[in-house]
């Protein structure tokens, strides 16, 4: 099993920066894909970024697509979330999540693929 611990959230202004971290630990020497989500009050949990256990693939959001950077670092068992030019409406709650038994290369997007969450980090965007 993976556990999964978000960090970095926090009180932003409008247009700031945040950079969200998920370490995993427990099974961290078998493959996963990593994905971010997030969900306000009210909202589906939506998909936000994800990147491939290679590290070499990376997909995201229309809406993060040029603001957003998902990144990875095996070595450390930590997947990134930079995250650029916030707005109020971004405000949600961010979840990292963890996907085994998919190709090394493969970047996994839907909620129900996911094996593993972590709690979140909120993030709080403020005009």
């Known amino acids: 099993q993976l556990q999964l611990v978000e960090s970095g959230g926090g009180l932003v202004q409008t247009g700031d920066s945040l950079r969200l971290s998920c370490a995993a630990s427990g099974r961290t020497d078998s493959r996963y894909a990593t994905g971010w989500f997030r969900q306000a009050p009210g909202q589906e949990r939506e998909f936000v970024a994800g990147?491939?256990?290679?590290?070499?693939?990376?997909a995201y959001a229309d809406f993060a697509k040029g603001r957003f950077t998902i990144s990875r670092d095996i070595g450390l068992n930590t997947a990134y979330l930079q995250m650029n030019t916030l707005q109020p409406e971004e405000t949600a709650r961010y979840y990292c999540?963890?996907?085994?038994?998919?190709?090394?290369?493969?970047?996994?997007?839907?909620?129900?693929?996911?094996?593993?969450w972590g709690q979140g980090t909120q993030v709080t965007v403020y005009s």
């Open positions: 999540a963890a996907a085994q038994g998919w190709g090394a290369w493969m970047v996994v997007t839907k909620t129900a693929q996911f094996d593993y």
């Open positions: 990147i491939s256990w290679s590290g070499e693939n990376t």
